[in-house]
């Protein structure tokens, strides 16, 4: 069965110290359903985008740490859902649950 990524997507300036409980119940019971529905494969959530490091190649070979996100965006991947669902419809019923209970934007992408 095909797998599929659900992206939350934050503000930068996002703090999770500023989620209501009513939120986090919501995320809850959304974890609960995938689990019981057998399509979740991982959940995970993500530091700040402000401890995030980036790597790069050089044209030379080497490569440069550098702090803080790789792209310099408004919005940051701050946590996702790894699913096995039957198609891309079935992905997105769970994206669209996902953007309710998150409160957020989600993106959802298959795996190759």
């Known amino acids: 069965m095909p797998q599929y990524l659900v992206a939350i997507h934050l503000p930068d300036d996002y703090a999770p110290c500023k989620e209501d409980d009513a939120t986090m119940r919501d995320i809850d ?3 609960e359903e995938m689990v019981a529905a ?3 494969l991982f959940v995970g959530g993500l530091n700040p985008v402000s401890k ?3 790597v ?3 044209p030379d070979g080497k490569l440069l740490v550098t702090d803080g996100p ?5 919005e940051h991947i701050g946590g996702f859902w ?3 669902a039957a198609d891309m ?3 997105l ?5 996902a953007a309710i209970a998150c409160r957020v934007p989600v993106e959802v992408r298959a795996f190759n």
């Not at 790789?70 to 408004?74: I, M, R, S, V």
């Not at 019923?93 to 649950?97: I, Q, T």
């Open 52 to 54: 995030a490091m980036s």
């Open 93 to 97: 019923a769970w994206g669209r649950k």
């Open 89 to 91: 419809d079935e992905a």
């Open 70 to 74: 790789y792209l310099e965006t408004k």
């Open 56 to 58: 790069r190649a050089q």
């Open 82 to 84: 790894v699913l096995e």
């Open 38 to 40: 057998g399509v979740r």
């Open 29 to 31: 019971v959304l974890n």
